[in-house]
């Protein structure tokens, strides 16, 4: 498959556990950004990457929160002692480099119990 | 602070009944405004692209306007597989585009 690919789709987890969500962008793709999407809401930025470039960390919403991207290739988004306000979809992108024009995964959707 | 508001938020159209979608931004130097398409489950996938007042882009039955405060989809004579949740986004220099919570439009047939 060409397209981003994300894992787990869905993921049920218990208050205070940690998960980690994973996303594979696209090949040769060099931007790497994670959203969220609560239920009828917009998307909401967490995290932007860039080449070898410093993350952009500003939409992460408290120190729970962080992700990494290895080898400019793969990204991992830790939740830590997760909250039941955590619950949504988390949603990757990738892109070549043009500004807006963003290629999503398909999400991974998270509860919170 | 960047605000993007979405209008309706919901809009349920017959199939061949026209209408559009509305986008209003409020922003400090708006470089690009952006339309995605969202399926249920489904990741937003990449419609047009806007930069300057007065361009428009045209994809089937999707046209997509731009002015100095806001956009507009317009859809015409919409089909049933036309239904989505429509996204709206601006790039104002930020790494990361701000979106809007969208317009989740339904097409009876």
């Known amino acids: 498959g060409a397209g981003v690919s994300q894992s787990p789709s869905n993921k049920v987890t218990e208050k205070g556990k940690d998960v980690e969500l994973r996303c594979d962008p696209i090949?040769?793709?060099?931007?790497l950004y994670w959203y969220r999407q609560s239920l009828g809401q917009g998307l909401e930025f967490l995290i932007y990457?860039?080449?070898?470039?410093?993350?952009?960390k500003s939409g992460l919403p408290s120190d729970r929160f962080s992700a990494e991207r290895t080898g400019g290739s793969v990204s991992t988004l830790t939740i830590q002692r997760t909250q039941q306000e955590d619950s949504a979809v988390y949603l990757c992108?990738?892109?070549?480099?043009?500004?807006?024009?963003?290629?999503f995964g398909e999400g991974s959707r998270l509860t919170v119990l | 602070e960047d605000q993007v508001t979405q209008s309706p938020e919901a809009l349920r159209l017959q199939e061949g009944e026209s209408s559009s979608l509305n986008c209003s931004y409020t922003?400090?130097?708006?470089?690009?405004l952006f339309w995605y398409r969202q399926d249920p489950g489904k990741g937003p996938e990449f419609l047009f692209t806007?930069?300057?007042a007065g361009e428009e882009k045209e994809k089937e039955r999707l046209k997509a306007t731009l002015t100095k405060k806001e956009s507009f989809l317009h859809i015409t004579a919409p089909k049933p597989e036309d239904s989505a949740t429509y996204l709206c986004?601006?790039?104002?220099?930020?790494?990361?585009?701000?979106f809007g919570s969208g317009t989740r439009l339904q097409v009876q047939p």
């Open positions: 806007l930069y300057s």
């Open positions: 990457f860039q080449g070898n470039s410093a993350p952009d």
């Open positions: 922003v400090s130097g708006l470089r690009g």
């Open positions: 986004a601006v790039d104002t220099g930020r790494r990361a585009l701000t």
């Open positions: 992108a990738s892109s070549a480099g043009l500004v807006g024009e963003l290629f």
């Open positions: 090949s040769g793709h060099t931007a």
